[in-house]
């Protein structure tokens, strides 16, 4: 077995396109015990900034902590830890190029990006289900995505299950 960044799983990367998440260090496949995933997520490195910073430039400390998180995946890869970055490559103006970031930073490391897509329409209900999200935030989401991402995978969690997309992305990156 190889490491891997994904999704950002790195050494694998998840990346959410619709915005329904599959929690991969949370659905283990059968016999997939020998995989273990470091977990890095904007929200976790959000909470190293002052909420009084997030209520006066939100997306300046956000882009600040995301940059942050991604050289914090690259640290664990190169110490030769699995490593999943959970997070969304969207393009705002404090961040781009996004995209062409990552991979700058990630450029010595193994990296595969996972899309892990989702129908609007159907994100739309589970947000509603869901309670802690707004209905139409999978649409600004949507509108912030980067373009021409190079996917090495695609699971879908309309058609599919939390646990068969995570089986799949570890059959397809780790087997």
């Known amino acids: 077995m190889s490491l891997r960044s994904i999704g950002i799983v790195l050494p694998c990367i998840l990346w959410n396109r619709g915005f329904c998440r599959i929690r991969i260090w949370q659905e283990p496949e059968q016999g997939a015990d020998d995989i273990f995933f470091y977990v890095v997520a904007n929200d976790l490195f959000e909470e190293m ?6 209520r006066v430039d939100y997306w300046k400390y956000l882009s600040e902590v995301i940059i942050m998180m991604y050289h914090t995946a690259k640290l664990f890869s190169d110490m030769g830890k699995n490593v999943l970055i959970d997070g969304i490559l969207m393009e705002r103006e404090e961040l781009k190029p996004h995209y ?3 991979l700058e930073i990630l450029q010595d490391n193994p ?5 892990v897509y989702c129908p609007l329409d159907i ?3 589970r947000n509603r289900m869901r309670g802690d999200r707004y209905e139409t935030q999978s649409d600004e989401q949507y509108a912030l995505m980067g373009e021409n991402i190079a996917y090495r995978l695609r699971v879908d969690t309309s058609i599919c299950s939390s646990g068969e997309c995570a089986e799949t992305i570890i059959r397809e990156l780790f087997r």
Do not use: A
Request: hydrophobic content about 35%.
């Open 49 to 54: 900034v002052g909420e009084s910073y997030l």
């Open 100 to 102: 062409q970031q990552l």
């Open 111 to 115: 990296l595969d990006i996972v899309e």
């Open 123 to 125: 994100c739309r209900q």
